[in-house]
């Protein structure tokens, strides 16, 4: 008898703690797991919602999303599991749907098929807020047809408006490349806020399956692509055949080494290939960088000046061979113009600009970089030294550096180089009165007929 009641109670006890561990949530926790990849402060009913939930322990009984606006709740998406099978799911859809724009609230409701909690389940919610907005930017080209030489400059000038505009770009692609030009607001220019405009350039390509558009994003993800209609062009490439002796590399090609720190190759020809590709990239790469900053303003004016008393010896995209001991050992294209004058010759500023950069750029050697204002700059190379320092707004023609052989120059001459947000333009337009006044002048003119007629 008294076994037996000891044998009872025994078990009383350990289905009590069965029961306890089993159906109450003091041992198990909830495992819920509900991560929202998007929306995140803002809410697109053109954007994917996207949100990954899982359950460790139990299986999803059910997932719900709502979006609480106002004083209304609009239902987004909603599943039940009748079978308790699935621990991982992943919701994916694009609401599609009218939602009153402004604030709201993102919730996500889970619950499981957890014995624990009483038979009942767990749930989670998870809610923030967000600021709906299903309205893309909206883009006006202010511009006509754009028209290029390829390898030149063109502008586009556009109206781009949105309550929470993040960012908005030309882009040009082709081959699969795309090319960013930064948007920079017109201001200064137009007096209205909503005016950007972009520099832009088209490189030379083998395959010339251009496009170009104007690419507006907002905070919530929506995407406005307009456009650019252009005309382009394609200019003669001239070739030119360049002798690299081992008295050229054992000074010039050295001398970039040693100030670059990089070690001595196994040949001299080794050394060369190394600066001209390698030291080369690394160049335009800052190049790039310097030119990514820029006023928004047009600081120069009138057409861009040559080197004073100078002759061109080399042209903008010519396509130069490079031969060592009679074999050909490279191809690169010149990015500037070459212009010589006397030795050590006077710089002039090619237009009236800010000193951005000066400093040993490899290949170019001492450089100088002035900004012109809307991602347009000139680029000094070559030079001895320098008559202004950084920073310092300089007048068009104002001496500003002195010229000579350092980096990869034969003989003392300048290279000057005119660059568009990182990209290289043929300088000959910069220096044409009739191209600066039907490119850019009479652009801004007819943008600004445009934007008079626009009904915003
Ligand atoms: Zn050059």
Redesign the pocket.
């Given at each position: 008898m008294r076994k037996g009641r000891v044998l009872f109670a025994l078990i009383i006890f350990f289905g009590l703690i069965y029961a306890v561990y089993q159906y109450t949530p003091i041992f198990k926790p909830n495992t819920i797991e509900i991560v929202v990849k998007s929306p995140k402060a803002y809410f697109s009913a053109n954007k994917t919602v996207n949100i990954a939930i899982s359950d460790k322990t139990a299986p999803i009984k059910s997932i719900k999303v709502e979006l609480i606006s106002m004083n209304t709740t609009i239902k987004l998406f909603e599943k039940q599991f009748n079978e308790p099978l699935v621990k991982q799911f992943d919701v994916n859809f694009k609401p599609n749907k009218v939602i009153p724009q402004g604030k709201a609230v993102f919730v996500v409701s889970v619950e499981d098929y957890s014995k624990s909690n009483f038979l009942n389940g767990f749930k989670k919610v998870v809610q923030f807020p967000v600021f709906v907005d299903s309205t893309p930017p909206k883009v006006i080209l202010l511009s006509g047809v754009s028209r290029i030489k390829i390898g030149g400059a063109a502008l586009a000038i556009f109206y781009v408006k949105d309550t929470n505009l993040k960012d908005v770009y030309l882009g040009v692609s082709r081959d699969g490349v795309v090319d960013r030009f930064r948007a920079y607001n017109a201001q200064t220019i137009f007096g209205n806020p909503n005016v950007y405009l972009s520099f832009f350039t088209y490189r030379l390509s083998k395959l010339k399956n251009y496009s170009t558009n104007i690419y507006a994003t907002d905070e919530a993800g929506n995407l406005t692509i307009v456009h650019v209609p252009v005309f382009y062009t394609t200019p003669k490439i001239r070739t030119s055949r360049i002798n690299i002796t081992d008295e050229f590399i054992k000074t010039k090609v050295m001398a970039i080494l040693e100030h670059e720190g990089i070690p001595k190759k196994e040949t001299l020809l080794g050394d060369f290939l190394y600066v001209n590709d390698i030291v080369r990239k690394q160049n335009y790469a800052k190049v790039k960088e310097i030119c990514s900053k820029s006023e928004s303003k047009i600081l120069w004016k009138g057409r861009f000046s040559q080197l004073f008393r100078s002759a061109v010896t080399?042209t903008f995209n010519d396509k130069r061979f490079y031969y060592y001991k009679g074999k050909l050992v490279d191809v690169k294209y010149?990015k500037?113009y070459?212009l010589a004058s006397v030795r050590n010759a006077r710089v002039n500023a090619a237009n009236s600009g800010r000193v951005v950069f000066e400093g040993y750029l490899g290949v170019y050697g001492n450089t100088m970089i002035i900004d012109h204002g809307f991602g347009v700059f000139s680029l000094y190379g070559h030079l001895q030294s320098f008559l202004v320092s950084v920073g310092s707004y300089v007048k068009k023609n104002q001496y500003v550096a002195i010229t000579d052989t350092t980096g990869l120059a034969g003989g003392d001459h300048l290279?000057f180089d005119v660059v568009v947000d990182g990209y290289y333009t043929n300088p000959v337009d910069w220096w044409d009165y009739h191209w600066i006044k039907a490119h850019i002048l009479n652009v801004i003119d007819e943008a600004k007929t445009r934007l008079s007629l626009l009904n915003q």
């Open positions: 080399a010149h500037g070459d290279h």
